[in-house]
């Protein structure tokens, strides 16, 4: 018993030992004048702060993401890496191939109704990726050229949404 006191009393002395005491920043305030620097971190005024933080008030649309010119492909690149890579615009996704199957002929009725600026109807394809079937419409190089198309079909088909896709370079729609 006296030897389990002994050890008891021992790891306790030992373990208070390594106890270092704590600064209280708030014991301390840092004042603007002063330049606090931590490795490389450095403390910043509050109206340094405030030039980086956004508010409500600022439009989500005002932020521009620019991308290094290192990282852009150009068209020509686009050409060279695949000729079959490009871009479809997707009409619909479900699991029911009749629906797919309706929106596919639904298009079609559409795009024969509607005169087009192209000398072909863009095809449309109905794509069964598991669990779902894609109607798919059109074979676009660039994404401008889908761009312009699904400005087109919005009115009609509100839910499409442009996707990159392997395409078919003979039917590639020409104005």
Known sequence: MSKTLLWITMVLFVACGTV???IDISESPV????EVVTGFSQLLSFEDLSS??????QPFLTAQNQ???VFELTEEDLLSVDIRSGFRIQLLSTQDIQEAERISLAYYDWAIDRKLPYTRIPEAYVLFRQPNYRVRVGDFRSREQAISFLNILR???PGAWI???TIDPELIPTE
């Open 20 to 22: 270092k005491e704590t």
């Open 31 to 34: 004042t603007e004048a002063e």
């Open 52 to 57: 980086l933080r956004s508010t409500l008030d």
């Open 67 to 69: 991308v290094s010119t």
């Open 155 to 157: 009115p009609h088909f």
């Open 163 to 165: 996707v990159m896709d």
